[in-house]
């Protein structure tokens, strides 16, 4: 059992959009996140929100096809994952053009992942929330391609109040 304060998540949350913006991630970009329910999770979604880019939830029970499909679909520039699902997003990360940056939640990081914690830790815990309106694209979420392909449901900042208390 682990427990957190409010004020840890939010000083958690700046040090990554600092991280991410550091390594170029911007408003507008997607990041992909793999990754079960755990603390890393909900930081990861709200520092993608506060930057202004787009999060892109994906069930770390897919296979790497399934991984492939939707990363590369919603043109992901980094993705946040686990030791669990790293073997996944090592296969088919040639085919991922897009795919700049990897943080690796836990383990030690291979090749040019990031160290998800040491770059929190890297990163300063204040962070000037991006102006978003309730209109602008927050979220990323894909239908489960029962007829055809999976197609990607682009969801603004309004969806979130509704919904993200259910799954976060």
Known sequence: EEKHTFREIQQSA??????????GIRRGDRVGIVLPQRPETAVSHIAIYKLGAIAV?????????????????????????????RG?????RGSLPALEQ??????????????FHKA???????????????????????TSGTTGPPKGALHAHRYLL????GFI
Request: aromatic share 6%.
């Open 162 to 165: 509704g919904h993200l208390p």
């Open 88 to 92: 996944k997003i090592h296969a088919i």
């Open 57 to 85: 939830p994906l069930a770390n029970l897919f296979g790497p096809e399934a991984l492939e499909y939707r990363l590369s679909d919603s043109g992901a520039k980094a993705v946040v994952t686990d030791t669990e699902n």
């Open 120 to 142: 929190l830790q890297q990163a300063s815990p204040a962070f000037e929330t991006a102006t978003t309106s309730a209109h602008d694209p927050a979220i990323i979420i894909y």
């Open 14 to 23: 700046n040090r990554l959009a600092n991280a991410l913006a550091a390594r």
């Open 102 to 115: 990897v943080f690796l939640v836990d383990g030690t990081p291979e090749c040019d992942e990031v160290d």
